[in-house]
């Protein structure tokens, strides 16, 4: 069965450090990948998506990530994060026309000031 | 321009009593999905409706009934709660369509209604 696998449950980070978060999908066929987040207090939202063309796509506030097709990796990253970076976020795969979308379990990220 | 919403946002539920969740959105989207998020689990599917008037089952459909009132509604319903319901529920919609295949389609979210059943 097709399946996403995010590393790290939880991850605790001071201010300025590097983050990268791993995700893993098992698929063998055309996909598409997302992050969303979900901030404390608010509903999941797009963090960025790769859909197709250049493997590292950028996203909102200093996000990319970086699709791997050989390692069926997409993972996360951030140069430096911020206190306002703490939330949980979580790796989707499209499998194919919106309606197939599996979510990973979600990395709890907790950045301390 | 409001998204997703979902009523209602807090509910305590005793074993055995019903209750519908209600959603709508107003992005004119096609695709309206219900997840449920558990610790440790992530988002897991309990149906979908892909266009107005069908509905399928998704991952988790077991203890739910939806009604895709019409294009903008899309309710879930559980007829006998059991304490395995109690979960964040949300409500999901996207341009994805049956009939004209599109890939990369962001889904957006409603802001989540709390379940506890007793």
């Known amino acids: 069965a097709q399946s996403v696998s995010q590393h790290n449950h939880h991850v605790i980070l001071s201010e300025a450090a590097s983050l990268e978060l791993g995700c893993n999908y098992s698929?063998?066929?055309?996909?598409?990948l997302f992050w969303y987040v979900q901030y404390p207090g608010q509903h999941l939202q797009l963090l960025l998506k790769?859909?197709?063309?250049?493997?590292l796509v950028k996203g909102i506030k200093g996000f990319e990530a970086e699709f791997i097709k050989s390692k069926f990796s997409f993972n996360l990253r951030k140069p430096s994060v911020q206190w306002s970076d703490t939330a949980e976020y979580f790796c989707?795969?499209?499998?194919?026309?919106?309606?197939?979308?599996?979510f990973g379990a979600g990395t709890r990220l907790f950045v301390k000031a | 321009n409001a998204g997703v919403t979902q009523t209602p946002k807090f509910q305590v539920l005793k074993t055995g009593q019903s209750m519908t969740l209600q959603c709508a959105q107003d992005?004119?989207?096609?695709?309206m999905y219900w997840y449920r998020q558990d610790p440790g689990m992530g988002l897991r599917l309990i149906y979908y409706?892909?266009?107005?008037?069908?509905?399928d089952k998704g991952e988790v459909p077991n203890g739910y009934n939806v009604s895709r009132l019409n294009k903008r509604e899309f309710s879930l319903r559980l007829e006998s709660a059991a304490p395995s319901q109690t979960s964040v529920y949300f409500c999901?919609?996207?341009?994805?369509?049956?009939?004209?295949?599109?890939?990369?389609?962001?889904?957006?979210f409603g802001e989540g209604s709390w379940l506890t059943v007793v």
């Open positions: 989707a795969v499209d499998l194919g026309g919106g309606f197939k979308t599996i």
């Open positions: 992005m004119n989207h096609n695709s």
């Open positions: 698929y063998g066929g055309t996909v598409n």
């Open positions: 999901a919609s996207s341009e994805a369509s049956q009939v004209r295949y599109s890939s990369g389609n962001t889904i957006y």
């Open positions: 790769y859909f197709s063309g250049d493997p």
């Open positions: 409706s892909a266009s107005e008037g069908t509905t």
